[in-house]
């Protein structure tokens, strides 16, 4: 059967947040998770003009270097999201061995590769006090992108 993921809202504003990589995609993550959560680290040699801007405002803290082993140590939850299928594979196995080894319980996410994903990462509106976050439970993320741009623009007229 089919899964589908059930739309839990959680509060992550005190949460330790890593991000591995810097990228297109790490950054509009972070932009997202900026709304919610209040200790977000982003690691990787080279990050955008927009994560470089959070940093200088202290909304973030990047880390301008290499992933290093152990970097996620203290995470409840991790985002990997650079371009090295390799290197966010790895950052999952870490994640594994410190839930095994040191019961920790560590969210984790990869960006290139579903069936590692603990939680999938929503496409997400906030209008006030309104949240929406839509998902497709990975099949058509395309698909969610365009559904989230036509509630925007019905809620704009609203
Ligand atoms: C919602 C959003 C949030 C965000 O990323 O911020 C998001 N993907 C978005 C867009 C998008 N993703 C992709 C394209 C280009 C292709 C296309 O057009 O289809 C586009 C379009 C674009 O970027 O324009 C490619 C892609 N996506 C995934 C893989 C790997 C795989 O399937 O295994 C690959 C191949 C990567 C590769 O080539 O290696 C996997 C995932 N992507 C998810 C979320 C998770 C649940 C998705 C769901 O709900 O089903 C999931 C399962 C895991 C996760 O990453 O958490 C965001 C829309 C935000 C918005 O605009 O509102
Ligand atoms: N889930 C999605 O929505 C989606 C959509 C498109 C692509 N992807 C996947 O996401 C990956 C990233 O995409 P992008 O467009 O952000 O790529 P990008 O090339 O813009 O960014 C890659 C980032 O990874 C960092 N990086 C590389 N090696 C590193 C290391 N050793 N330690 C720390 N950081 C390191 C780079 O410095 C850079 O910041 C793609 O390779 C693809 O597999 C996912």
């Known amino acids: 059967?089919?899964?589908?993921?059930?739309?839990?809202?959680?509060?992550?504003?005190?949460?330790?947040?890593?991000?591995?990589?810097?990228?297109?995609?790490?950054?509009?993550?972070?932009?997202?998770?900026?709304y919610f959560?209040?200790?977000?680290?982003?690691?990787?040699?080279?990050?955008?003009?927009?994560?470089?801007?959070?940093?200088?405002?202290?909304?973030?803290?990047?880390?301008?270097?290499?992933y290093e082993k152990g970097d996620i140590a203290g995470a409840d939850m991790v985002l990997a999201a650079t371009d090295d299928r390799q290197l966010n594979h790895s950052i999952a196995d870490e994640c594994r061995v410190l839930e095994r080894e040191k019961g920790r319980r560590i969210l984790f996410n990869t960006a290139d590769d579903k069936d590692l994903c603990d939680f999938y990462f929503p496409s997400v509106i906030t209008r006030d006090d309104i949240v929406i976050g839509i998902n497709s439970g990975g099949r058509s993320p395309g698909k969610v992108k365009q559904v989230r741009e036509k509630l925007e623009e019905k809620l704009d007229i609203l």
Not at 38 to 60: F, S, W
């Open 37 to 66: 959560a209040g200790n977000i680290t982003v690691i990787a040699p080279e990050v955008t003009r927009q994560l470089l801007e959070l940093n200088e405002d202290g909304r973030i803290y990047c880390m301008i270097r290499e």
């Open 1 to 34: 059967m089919e899964k589908s993921y059930f739309p839990m809202f959680v509060d992550i504003s005190e949460k330790k947040i890593v991000v591995v990589g810097g990228g297109r995609i790490a950054a509009r993550r972070v932009d997202t998770l900026t």
